[in-house]
């Protein structure tokens, strides 16, 4: 099974790259929803983060608001949720992965926002920056309800710069130029990888 990693910053189209990916037969694991799985009623990040942060736990789940509100700009906080919450999302994709190999799945996509900030580009196969010029991110950014430069400007200050990303990319998905230019690229990507000639520019070396 070909592994790829999926990333990019915010803004960039990723969830709609990834729906590319999914539409091209791969399947698809989401950091994200596997986020939301875990602070969920019953969800197995609940009982540690209502010990480590006080009030953020309503009816039996993680509140994100108050919890974003208990988090603030305290690194030290986010380290200690981070390592709450890194090992249950590892695994969570662990059992996904395991699944979809039984199943006999060809291509699988972790599509995970902090890729490279976790070390998670270490175990695929090759990765896939999605990305667009800062403008245009900014202005997909914004135009979200709720949004503000002040809380772009945070987002991104917890990103790998965009410049970086796409230094360290195997693949780059550009979605500035429109819909269908991005569902060709990943078309090509995926044809890439699926060609029994092609060798993973991650693995050759181990």
Do not use: C
């Amino acid at each position: 099974m070909i592994l790829l990693g999926l990333t990019g910053s915010i803004g960039m189209g990723k969830s709609t790259t990834a729906g590319f990916f999914a539409e091209a037969g791969a399947v698809i694991w989401n950091a994200d929803e596997a986020v939301h799985r875990l602070y969920a009623a019953g969800g197995a990040a609940v009982a540690p983060i209502a010990a480590a942060f006080d009030g953020v736990v309503v009816d039996g789940a993680v509140d994100r608001t108050r919890l974003a509100a208990a988090l603030g700009q305290d690194d030290a906080a986010f380290k200690t949720l981070e390592a709450i919450v890194h090992p249950l999302v590892g695994m969570d994709r662990a059992h996904a992965l395991a699944e979809a190999r039984e199943r006999g799945v060809k291509l699988a996509v972790v599509d995970i926002p902090l890729l490279f900030e976790t070390g998670g580009d270490a175990f695929v196969d090759a990765v896939v920056v999605v990305s667009a010029p800062a403008e245009v991110q900014r202005q997909r950014v914004l135009a979200r309800e709720g949004m503000t430069q002040e809380r772009l400007d945070a987002i991104l200050a917890r990103q790998m710069p965009d410049a970086e990303k796409r230094a360290r990319a195997d693949f780059i998905i550009d979605t500035s130029v429109g819909v269908d230019h991005a569902r060709d690229q990943v078309l090509a990507v995926v044809e890439t990888v699926l060609d029994p000639a092609w060798t993973s520019p991650r693995r050759s070396g181990q």
